[in-house]
T-cell receptor, first 114, second 117 residues
Framework: GDSVTQMEGPVTLSEEAFLTINCTYT??????LFWYVQYPGEGLQLLLK?????DKGSNKGFEATYRKETTSFHLEKGSVQVSDSAVYFC?????????????FGQGTRLTINP | GAVVSQHPSRVICKSGTSVKIECRSL??????MFWYRQFPKQSLMLMAT?????????EQGVEKDKFLINHASLTLSTLTVTSAHPEDSSFYIC?????????????FGQGTRLTVV
């Protein structure tokens, strides 16, 4: 079945460091791909998404490119901040219209130290 | 973005009692809502899909008699944990879907931390 695999955390970086969180997926067809962020004590928020191959999603300095050839959707940010500390989830949307479901990766906890 | 409100944010209940969690889409109509369970340091596990006016569709392994889901209107879905036990303690998150096809977007509630003592 469809699945999402993220790099294991936790990830700890210093402020202004470069961030990469790897995400690969297994799916039939070409699902839409998402990154969600969960700040402490809160629900998930959509960070960015891409709906077709070679699309680049971006938001708040984060970017991810839909790579069909490597079935990947790695999250990157050039210079992280303390406020970026959160859990990040990669997800894909599977199923036919009217019966679509999100499939999440296991999440990667990111801690940014000042 | 759209707002999904989940209530309560935290609840502590005694073993054997029932707890109801509400999920509301505040500024859009959601024909479909989802209920997830999140274990510590783990991903979200989809429990059930709730469609307005019809019975919820439960994922394999989720007890429908224990986790009662009602989607009474286009803006409200409820999850009732019946006869709660300590192993039901978890973080429950609802999601409401807006749109369809590749333009669909899911909005999440802030979650409910359930502790059964």
């Amino acid at each position: 079945g469809d699945s999402v695999t993220q790099m294991e955390g936790p990830v700890t970086l210093s402020e202004e460091a470069f961030l990469t969180i790897n995400c690969t997926y297994t799916a039939t067809g070409y699902p839409s791909l998402f990154w969600y962020v969960q700040y402490p004590g809160e629900g998930l928020q959509l960070l960015l998404k891409a709906t077709k191959a070679d699309d680049k999603g971006s938001n708040k300095g984060f970017e991810a490119t839909y790579r069909k050839e490597t079935t990947s959707f790695h999250l990157e940010k050039g210079s992280v901040q303390v406020s970026d500390s959160a859990v990040y989830f990669c997800a894909l949307l599977r199923g036919i219209q009217g019966a679509q479901k999100l499939v999440f990766g296991q999440g990667t906890r990111l801690t940014i130290n000042p | 973005g759209a707002v999904v409100s989940q209530h309560p944010s935290r609840v502590i209940c005694k073993s054997g009692t029932s707890v109801k969690i509400e999920c509301r889409s505040l500024d859009f109509q959601a024909t479909t809502m989802f209920w997830y369970r999140q274990f510590p340091k783990q991903s979200l596990m989809l429990m059930a899909t709730s469609n307005e006016g019809s019975k919820a569709t439960y994922e394999q392994g989720v007890e429908k008699d224990k986790f009662l889901i009602n989607h009474a209107s286009l803006t409200l879905s409820t999850l009732t944990v019946t006869s709660a036990h300590p192993e039901d303690s978890s973080f429950y998150i609802c999601s409401a879907r807006r749109g369809a096809g590749r333009t669909t977007e899911a909005f999440f509630g802030q979650g409910t931390r359930l502790t059964v003592v």
